[in-house]
């Protein structure tokens, strides 16, 4: 284990053993903006971002293909929203529902995408906050030679580090060499929460995404914080779909996958995480306020090349295709150059 980890863990103990990490608790009365809930938030349907002209669309998978909403709004005026920001902001499912079947009741070919030629962008495209934990799995602090966290730890990407679907990752012109993967399941927030319980918290879900918290593991390793080695330019990929909380069951029950030039590298379940999915939304939520399109990347599973053996660490190169997958929630490629 590397002494700034290692450091690091010493840390977040102490804080814990000293009361300085508050304890389990129930919702309070400052959950009550959270509670007004938009009974207008879309249900069943998979969303994506595209991008035309330089702008970000929202888009709808369906049988037919990607349903372009800013084509289709114009001509069928059904006042639903075109970008995944005014969905999370206003909701609009109604709009969006009667807009997807006039499209699909009608003969206009033009309004739907090919997925296979789209260009994606992230499928969330302005979270004010990017929060992500490390750690969250089991075989992944073994093989590290880390302690089970005893509560989650917490690190931030920015909007700059957003990437899609087919996107690329500019590692050469990074002060780095040992760049890593780790596909990780993101909950995308719909409502406002502060210090909601666990009970509650999957309420306040929007959707779910595939992700890859793409890490340079030299400058993660820079100091105690692991800020540098997380948060360059493009290495949050998300996407290529939203999927509304609705479709995804049990969000700690899923099948998690990551492909390096086709090779399988992670393959584990979400149900091997630390804190699931109730619990993060609950924890972060009593330190600072989640708001509608904050996303949080859960975790990595087993499998990072830093958890090999010092003489079997290839690092990732420039070249290196990449294939995130997530149980129901779609494949999420790209590469780097």
């Known amino acids: 284990m590397n ?12 804080a814990v053993s000293g009361g300085l990490l508050a304890t389990s608790g129930t919702t309070t009365a400052a959950e009550a903006p959270g ?43 059904a006042k639903a929203p075109t970008t995944i920001d005014e969905v999370l902001r206003r ?8 807009l997807r079947a006039k ?50 730890i917490l690190f931030n990407k920015y909007n700059t580090a957003l990437n899609g679907h087919r ?16 596909v990780e399941l993101v909950i995308v927030m719909g409502r406002t929460a502060r210090n909601v319980s666990e009970g509650d918290a999957l309420s306040y879900v929007f959707g779910y995404c595939t992700g890859n918290d793409f890490t340079a593991r030299d400058l993660q390793r820079v100091s105690s914080q692991w800020m540098l080695g997380k948060a360059l330019d493009g290495s949050a990929p998300i ?3 939203l999927v509304t909380a609705d479709q995804v069951a ?29 619990s993060l939304v609950s924890y972060i939520s009593r330190y600072f306020t989640l708001k509608p399109g904050d996303v949080i990347f859960t975790g990595t599973p087993e499998g990072v090349i830093s958890g090999y053996p010092k003489d079997r660490q290839v690092w990732l190169k420039p070249g290196d295709q990449l294939t995130s997958t997530l149980e129901g929630l779609g494949e999420l490629h790209f590469s780097l150059s």
């Open 167 to 182: 996107g690329i990752i500019k590692v050469s012109q990074e002060a780095a060499t040992q760049f890593d993967y780790e």
């Open 250 to 278: 049990d969000p700690n029950r899923l099948k998690i996958e990551c492909r390096v030039n086709g090779e399988v590298r992670q393959s584990s379940n979400t149900a091997d995480m630390v804190f699931g999915c109730p």
């Open 91 to 98: 909701g609009g499912g109604a709009s969006l529902q009667t």
């Open 35 to 77: 509670k007004a809930t938009n009974n207008d938030m879309p249900r069943g349907m998979t969303f994506a971002t595209i991008r035309r002209g330089g702008e970000m669309n929202l888009a709808i998978r369906t049988e037919r293909g990607l349903l372009d909403v800013l084509s289709a709004e114009s001509v069928f005026h």
């Open 3 to 14: 002494r700034s980890r290692r450091t690091f863990l010493a840390g977040a103990g102490a």
């Open 103 to 152: 499209a699909l009741a009608s003969a206009r070919k033009e309004l739907f995408l090919d997925e296979a030629k789209a260009e994606f962008g992230p499928c969330v495209t302005n979270p004010e906050k990017i929060v992500c934990v490390g750690l969250n799995y089991r075989k992944h602090a073994a093989e590290t030679n880390s302690a089970v966290p005893t509560q989650p």
């Open 239 to 241: 996407g290529p779909y």
